[in-house]
Every structure is written in structure tokens, then in C-alpha cells.
């Protein structure tokens, strides 16, 4: 790549490369983020006048105005030649850098991205909810996107979309779908939720429940008749029903118990690992669907004991994270220290290592 900094040139080098991320950081020369790894790209260091001329190719003048009284801001845009991407801005040491996100060209399947099948059958349900989960950059908006897509390839029905920013832009097939950006359409999540549930939707997802407001807008959209897809950055599905309870007074905890444990369909905890031959990444997901059993310990406030249900309930297409991981090694997929390191009983998966492989249905 040429020394000359243009962000055309870094943004169409990170794509060629099959980067999922790059940073501008002064200091280094520009970042690319690849199969998980952060990779300095040949070059001099970016410094304050580059960072700023690189600005004002990404900027029109309100978003730099914006910036600047803000001391941060976050988009999406198109580029020629490159697709939609997600920039992130801040300032550091009163020094303007930024994180671009690459988004997906295209909507691969859930086959293609590594997804069990029945994350698809859950999309064809009517009502109720479903979490996507997982920390920053493990695919949860890929996810998302997938099931969006997967709707509107086989239902008539009005999709509204929450996002912040909106990372692929989706087109009409058998479904209408009307995508908002919070700061660009929509104030916030929470608003841009109520006055969703107004405009007649059939599917409602929120890019993030971040608060309160949103959280009950949603558990309330989904017990009145309406599919609600969200993500959270929780880690499993434990932490994931004890986050959405802790985020409530004590006063409105028994009322919310009963809202989640009547309205939830299921929880998927994703994670990118990379792959045992180094080419690329693949998802492990935790799976919990709301069984009458998982339904009972979330209004009974034993979200601890979700993890034994997830064991047992390998006929209700369950799983934990650790038999998600113990399934990519013995395929081959993942190496035997990554299994380990993202265990939650790495003991129990060096056991079953060592055991002849059996099948499991139970």
C-alpha cells in the first residue's frame, strides 16, 4: 500500500485484505483488524495533519460540526468500491481518531456463517422475544442481518429496524422493511421503539437494548403479538436474564419476571474464534430456547440453574458454549487451546476429550 495516506486507499486496502476492522491512530500507521488479530499496515505513522485531512474526506460540514461540540460521533456510510461501513470518531491526548467497522457485502446464510438451524425456525415464529448476545465484534449484527433477511425472503410482513448506525441496507422482497438510524431518524432507541409500535409492524428489531425504557418497550411489544429481535452485550444466557433483571427496581421485579419468562423464545451467546488452520474465524453459540422448564426458573428468579437446563435439553435444539466448543474441536475447527481458554468448565472438556467422541441426543 502506498505511504501516501488516502482514506480511499486504507479503506480499499482493508477490504482487500478481508479486514474487519481498521483504526487510525496517531502515532502508527494505519490498523487493520484480521481474523481477530491487529495488524500495522507498511507505512509512516499517522500524525494530528493526516488524521484531520482524513477527517474531512470522511466528513460533511454538520457531521464535523457535530464532532466537534460533542467530542464524539458515530455513523455508517457508503463508499464507492468498498460498501457500507460503521466509523466510529473520538478524540485522544485533543488528538481527532478513529475505528471503522467493515460491514458484510452481502447476507450470507445461516449455513454459511456457521449458525445452527434452528436459529431460522425461531424466525418463523409469530411473537415474542429473541436475543442475539455477545460481546463487541463477534457477529452478533451479522446474526441480525441474517435473520432479518431470512424473514423477508419468505414472510409478508412490515419489518422496523433500530439501529445505530444501519450497517447493510436491506431491500423489499416478500416483506416491507423500514430501517432507522438513532441520531438520524430517530432520537433514540427508546423513542424510535414506542412510536415503532404505532406504525402497524409485524417484526421489531432493536440494534441494542441499552436502558431501561427500551427493555420494557420491548418486553411489551413482544407479549402484544409482535416478534422482537434485539441484541445485548451480555456473555451467556445466564448473565443475559440476570442483566435484564438487574437493570429494574425491586418494586417491578416480580411483574418483569413474569413479562421475560412468558415473553422470551430464546437466547443465542455467540463468540468468533479463529479457526485451528488459521484462515478465518468461526462462530461457537451458546443456544437456550424457552422451555417451560427455562420459563419457570426466569419467574422464579433461578436464572443460575439456566446452565443445567441447557445440558439436558438437547431435544429442544439447546446448547451450552462448552459442548459448542467441544463439537468445532472434534471437527477439526478450532484448536484445543482455544477450546479450553473459552470454556466455562475447561475440566469437564479435557474429560470428554479423552474419552472416545459419542453421540449426545440426549
Not at 477527517?55 to 468498498?82: A, N, T, Y
Amino acid at each position: 500500500m502506498t505511504t501516501d495516506w488516502t482514506l480511499d486507499k486504507i479503506l480499499k486496502g482493508a477490504r482487500r485484505f478481508q479486514a474487519s476492522d481498521i483504526h487510525l491512530v496517531r502515532g502508527v500507521s494505519p490498523v487493520f483488524r484480521i481474523n481477530g488479530e491487529i495488524r500495522p499496515i507498511d507505512g509512516p505513522p499517522l500524525d494530528v495533519a493526516t488524521l484531520n485531512r482524513l477527517l474531512d474526506e470522511l466528513l460533511d460540514v454538520q457531521q464535523r460540526e457535530r464532532f466537534e461540540r460533542e467530542w464524539g460521533l458515530c455513523f455508517s456510510r457508503f463508499w464507492e468500491g468498498v460498501g457500507r461501513f460503521r466509523a466510529t470518531l473520538y478524540y485522544h491526548a485533543r488528538c481527532p481518531e478513529m475505528a471503522i467497522r467493515l460491514c458484510e457485502t452481502s447476507i450470507r446464510s445461516a449455513e454459511n456463517l456457521g449458525l445452527p438451524p434452528v436459529i431460522e425456525e425461531l424466525t418463523r415464529l409469530p411473537n415474542g422475544l429473541i436475543l442475539v448476545t455477545g460481546p463487541t465484534g463477534v457477529g452478533k449484527t451479522t446474526t441480525l442481518n441474517m435473520m432479518i433477511e431470512t424473514i423477508n425472503q419468505e414472510r409478508r410482513a412490515k419489518i422496523i429496524t433500530i439501529e445505530d448506525p444501519v450497517e447493510y441496507e436491506h431491500e423489499n422482497c416478500r416483506s416491507i422493511i423500514v430501517q432507522q438510524e438513532v441520531q438520524t431518524d430517530v432520537p433514540s432507541f427508546s423513542v424510535a421503539l414506542v412510536n415503532a409500535l404505532r406504525q402497524d409492524p409485524d417484526i421489531i428489531v432493536i440494534g441494542e437494548m441499552r436502558n431501561l425504557e427500551t427493555i420494557e418497550t420491548a418486553l411489551i411489544a413482544a407479549e402484544t403479538g409482535h416478534l422482537v429481535i434485539a441484541t445485548l452485550h451480555t456473555p451467556d444466557s445466564v448473565q443475559t436474564i440476570q442483566r435484564i433483571q438487574s437493570v429494574f427496581p425491586a418494586s417491578q421485579q416480580n411483574m418483569i419476571n413474569v413479562q421475560l419468562a412468558n415473553s422470551l423464545q430464546a437466547i443465542f451467546a455467540q463468540k468468533l474464534l479463529p479457526r485451528a488452520n488459521g484462515d478465518g474465524r468461526v462462530v461457537a453459540c451458546e443456544i437456550c430456547v424457552a422451555t417451560l422448564a427455562v420459563r419457570n426458573k426466569i419467574r422464579e428468579q433461578q436464572s443460575h440453574q439456566l446452565y443445567s437446563e441447557m445440558q439436558s435439553g438437547r431435544k429442544h435444539h439447546m446448547q451450552t458454549m462448552d459442548h459448542a466448543l467441544l463439537d468445532l474441536y472434534l471437527r477439526g475447527e478450532i484448536s484445543y487451546d482455544v477450546a479450553l481458554s473459552n470454556a466455562r468448565e475447561p475440566d469437564s472438556i479435557r474429560k470428554r476429550i479423552s474419552e472416545p467422541p459419542r453421540n449426545d441426543n440426549r
